[in-house]
């Protein structure tokens, strides 16, 4: 039982309304230290996800996967909740909102579901809020320790990386400690950190709140939060003389072209994408000009075979032969 994972799920509970909360904080400590989401629907079953499986809630705070034992959530329930999340002040958090979620004190991530606005500009806000997905952020000080090493290139720089893991495998997690890693210093670099820029699209890998980064990322890292990779590149380039730029879900052509814009500058890359093998990821047009060119010198294939965060392989890039002891 980790007592500070239960007082992380237990300080989210804050966020939820009381009725909901007091049913929460009734579930199994083994239960409260693993949970990754918290989901509230309206007229559905109160529920919560762990490695990989959903659980209901009963009244008395029992998981169950019996949905007819489940607390059902009420339009009140989510109405007071997002109340709660937005601290009463919907502008406040306009932008987040048009995004499609609200980033909290410690880096938790709520997503927003409901009736979508749209105006000349694109979505202008969500109305008639009828979901809510409460994502726990649970970084993991040294989970990148063992792959730092197949990472950092000598004298004093790394090759550019590209984590590949299906959804909710730990590619966030492990990409945050990796530039966690590399900012503050490694032993094979004599102690010496490097300039981390870090495009923080979603608000996952710092977990901004108020300009105060909620996840330890490095003494030397830079972050430009909600920002879109192409615009996020140019920035830190300009302005902060990066040595290694860090992204998220990299997909789209604008994805490629910024990775482009770094490496012409000299500067290094790490990303992370949604996929299980190499396979996946050529049969997307946009990225497949990234494997063919072998931008790429490292490729980190993660699954949870093992837990989250599981390395099931690294990948040599010009040979793409395995490189994993």
């Known amino acids: 039982m980790d007592e500070k994972e239960i007082g992380i799920y237990e300080n989210v509970l804050e966020y939820i309304s009381l009725e909901l909360s007091q049913i929460l904080k009734k579930i199994p400590d083994t239960y409260k230290s693993n949970v990754e ?4 629907r309206n007229n559905a079953p109160l529920s919560i996800y762990i490695k990989g ?3 209901f809630i009963t009244e008395e705070g029992i998981p169950t ?7 059902l959530v009420n339009g009140k329930e989510i109405i007071k909740t997002f109340q709660l999340i937005s601290n ?3 502008y406040a958090f306009e932008e987040e909102i048009r995004n499609g979620f609200i980033t909290l004190k410690g880096g938790h991530r709520v997503g927003i579901g409901g009736k979508v606005l749209y105006g000349n500009n694109g979505i202008e806000t969500i109305k008639n809020i009828s979901s809510l997905n409460i994502r726990i952020a649970r970084e993991k000080i040294g989970v990148s320790d ?13 090759h550019n990386t590209l984590i590949i893991s299906p959804p909710q495998c730990g590619k966030t997690t492990i990409l945050r400690d990796i530039i966690r890693n590399l900012s503050n210093g490694l032993p094979i670099f004599g102690g010496a950190g490097l300039k981390v820029g870090v495009i923080d699209e979603r608000s996952e890998i710092a ?6 980064p909620q996840h330890d990322i490095g003494i030397r890292t830079d972050v430009l939060d909600g920002c879109n990779k192409r615009d996020g590149t140019t920035m830190l380039l300009r302005a902060m003389s990066p040595e290694v730029i860090a992204m998220d879900e990299i997909g789209s052509i604008s994805d490629v072209e910024a990775i482009h814009e770094s490496l012409k500058a000299g500067v290094k890359v790490i990303a992370t994408v949604h996929g299980n093998t190499l396979e996946d990821i050529l049969s997307r047009r946009s990225l497949s000009i990234l ?19 599981t390395v099931k392989d690294i990948i040599e ?9």
């Not at 996967?65 to 607390?71: E, F, H, L």
């Not at 890039?317 to 002891?325: L, Q, V």
């Open 146 to 158: 063992g792959v730092i090493k197949y990472i950092v290139a000598f004298p004093r720089t790394i």
């Open 207 to 212: 977990g901004m709140y108020n300009g105060i």
């Open 53 to 55: 499986s959903d659980f």
């Open 65 to 71: 996967k019996n949905k007819d034992k489940a607390r």
């Open 317 to 325: 890039g010009d040979s793409f032969t395995s490189i994993k002891k």
């Open 37 to 40: 989401e918290i989901r509230l």
């Open 88 to 90: 009463y002040s919907l």
């Open 291 to 309: 494997i063919k060119d072998k931008i790429f010198k490292r490729y980190i294939f993660l699954d949870n075979s093992k837990g989250v965060g």
